[in-house]
């Protein structure tokens, strides 16, 4: 069955600008430079990842933060930008979506709510209804968070580490394999149709923890490709990286299923309506932290209490409260607050003080402190995803 809310998507994310060619030449075959020999790689190295990749399980309940960005350059050094980010929660036969696009001038917020086999939609302010199946709602997020899992001899270089319970490993691939993936896998905008369509460089960063899960999945390419006599260089980078595996709530209220049972059916709205340019301005800044300040406003309705400090209100006694000026992150529950210093990886509440990366702590603290330190972490890594960032794009300021 053709999926109607998919092929939007993907029209608007693959809409080229004026500057861009609408017609790109085909080729006969995906082309790469097929150069590169496989060098010799640790045994033990892969059979360490293949154990990983090949027992990786998806937990039944998860929240997911994905994004995925295409940079065309041009010889006179102009660019063109196509960006996606959304976070996926995910319990069971239930999901929760939020998908933000932009593409050069062109934007659109997607927030859908899935159950019985049913993905109810606010797309640009428009609501529908769309019947489909748990695999379809994922694919919407168009970004893959499965293992790549390529062969042994496939691979050029191999590098694991292990921090704790948790595997990392490093992967470069011939360029056939990587071609092949990239053309498979992440091609959305099918750059293997263009012209002496080649990839330069690649890599694929992948972190399981102790279940096998695939927590974090990092993929970059670095690209070109030729129209008419210019060549173009094109990079993408996508990432995923998932949290509160088995813990995951998904709340659909009656009162949003009475307001979700008048949407019609998507065949039965004028997609012309959908307005895809508005003067919203969702574009990302030059750091994370200036992106994050940005968002919290514009996605999150925080608002400037003082300068570099935001907050919303849940109700008349819970906060949330983001300072740049300290780089922490509080959350307030009567007189109760819990922060989080990201950039140091500390938490803390009165004189209880816990350390992340050390996994320590001080001498006075009780197991409900700690694990109230803990969830302000969660969820400062929530209000990051909702923004499109991670933690660690912070961290690395």
Same mark, same amino acid.
């Given at each position: 069955?053709?999926?109607y809310?998919?092929?939007?998507?993907?029209?608007?994310?693959?809409?080229c600008?004026?500057?861009?060619?609408a017609?790109?030449?085909v080729?006969?075959?995906?082309?790469?430079?097929?150069?590169?020999?496989?060098?010799?790689?640790?045994?033990?190295?892969?059979?360490?990842?293949?154990s990983?990749?090949?027992?990786?399980?998806?937990?039944?309940?998860?929240?997911?933060?994905?994004?995925?960005?295409?940079?065309?350059? !041009?010889?006179?050094?102009?660019?063109?930008?196509y960006?996606?980010?959304?976070t996926?929660?995910k319990q069971?036969?239930?999901?929760?979506?939020?998908?933000?696009?932009?593409?050069n001038?062109?934007?659109?917020h997607?927030?859908?709510?899935?159950?019985?086999?049913?993905?109810?939609v606010?797309?640009?302010g428009?609501?529908y209804?769309?019947?489909?199946?748990?695999?379809?709602?994922?694919?919407?997020?168009?970004?893959?968070?499965?293992?790549?899992?390529?062969?042994?001899?496939? +691979?050029?270089?191999?590098?694991?580490?292990?921090?704790?319970?948790?595997?990392?490993?490093?992967?470069?691939?011939?360029?056939?394999?990587?071609?092949?993936?990239?053309?498979?896998?992440?091609d959305?905008?099918?750059?293997?149709?263009?012209?002496?369509?080649k990839?330069?460089?690649h890599s694929?960063?992948?972190?399981?923890?102790?279940?096998?899960?695939?927590?974090?999945?990092?993929?970059?390419y670095?690209?070109?490709?030729?129209?008419?006599?210019?060549?173009?260089?094109?990079t !993408?980078?996508?990432s +995923?990286?998932?949290?509160?595996?088995?813990?995951?709530?998904?709340?659909?209220?009656?009162?949003?299923?009475?307001?979700?049972?008048?949407?019609?059916a998507f065949?039965?709205?004028?997609?012309?309506?959908?307005?895809?340019?508005?003067?919203d301005?969702?574009?990302?800044?030059?750091?994370?932290?200036?992106?994050?300040?940005?968002?919290?406003v514009?996605?999150?309705?925080?608002?400037?209490?003082?300068?570099?400090?935001?907050?919303t209100e !849940?109700?008349?006694?819970?906060?949330?409260?983001?300072?740049f000026?300290?780089?922490?992150?509080?959350?307030?529950?009567?007189?109760?607050?819990?922060?989080?210093?990201w950039?140091?990886?500390?938490g803390?509440?009165?004189?209880c003080?816990?350390?992340?990366?050390?996994?320590?702590?001080?001498?006075?603290?009780e197991?409900?402190?700690?694990?109230?330190?803990?969830?302000?972490?969660?969820?400062?890594q929530?209000?990051?995803?909702?923004?499109?960032?991670?933690?660690?794009?912070l961290?690395?300021?």
């Amino acid at each position: 069955m053709k999926k109607y809310l998919i092929t939007v998507l993907s029209i608007l994310l693959c809409a080229c600008a004026s500057e861009s060619p609408a017609e790109p030449s085909v080729t006969e075959e995906p082309a790469g430079e097929q150069t590169a020999e496989p060098a010799p790689i640790s045994t033990d190295a892969y059979e360490l990842y293949e154990s990983c990749a090949s027992n990786s399980t998806v937990p039944d309940s998860y929240t997911e933060a994905v994004s995925s960005r295409y940079d065309f350059i !041009f010889s006179d050094d102009t660019s063109d930008i196509y960006m996606l980010d959304g976070t996926v929660e995910k319990q069971g036969d239930t999901a929760h979506l939020n998908q933000y696009l932009n593409a050069n001038g062109m934007s659109a917020h997607l927030e859908g709510y899935y159950y019985d086999n049913r993905l109810y939609v606010l797309y640009n302010g428009i609501g529908y209804y769309e019947d489909m199946g748990m695999k379809d709602v994922l694919n919407i997020m168009t970004v893959p968070d499965q293992p790549v899992h390529p062969d042994m001899e496939d +691979i050029v270089s191999l590098e694991a580490e292990e921090n704790g319970e948790e595997k990392t490993f490093t992967i470069i691939c011939t360029d056939a394999e990587a071609s092949g993936l990239f053309t498979k896998k992440y091609d959305i905008r099918e750059l293997n149709k263009f012209d002496d369509f080649k990839i330069l460089s690649h890599s694929i960063r992948e972190t399981y923890d102790a279940d096998n899960v695939l927590v974090r999945q990092t993929v970059s390419y670095d690209t070109e490709i030729a129209y008419s006599t210019e060549k173009i260089r094109v990079t !993408f980078a996508s990432s +995923i990286s998932r949290t509160n595996t088995g813990d995951t709530e998904v709340v659909i209220t009656d009162a949003m299923k009475a307001e979700q049972a008048a949407y019609p059916a998507f065949t039965d709205i004028d997609t012309d309506a959908i307005e895809t340019v508005t003067e919203d301005d969702d574009s990302p800044e030059k750091t994370a932290s200036a992106t994050f300040r940005k968002r919290l406003v514009s996605r999150l309705h925080y608002e400037e209490v003082s300068d570099g400090v935001y907050r919303t209100e !849940f109700n008349d006694h819970e906060t949330y409260t983001v300072n740049f000026n300290t780089q922490a992150f509080t959350y307030t529950n009567y007189s109760i607050s819990y922060s989080y210093s990201w950039k140091g990886d500390t938490g803390s509440m009165g004189s209880c003080t816990y350390l992340f990366e050390e996994e320590k702590q001080s001498s006075d603290c009780e197991e409900s402190v700690l694990e109230g330190i803990k969830n302000t972490k969660s969820n400062l890594q929530m209000e990051l995803y909702y923004c499109g960032l991670l933690l660690e794009d912070l961290q690395n300021e």
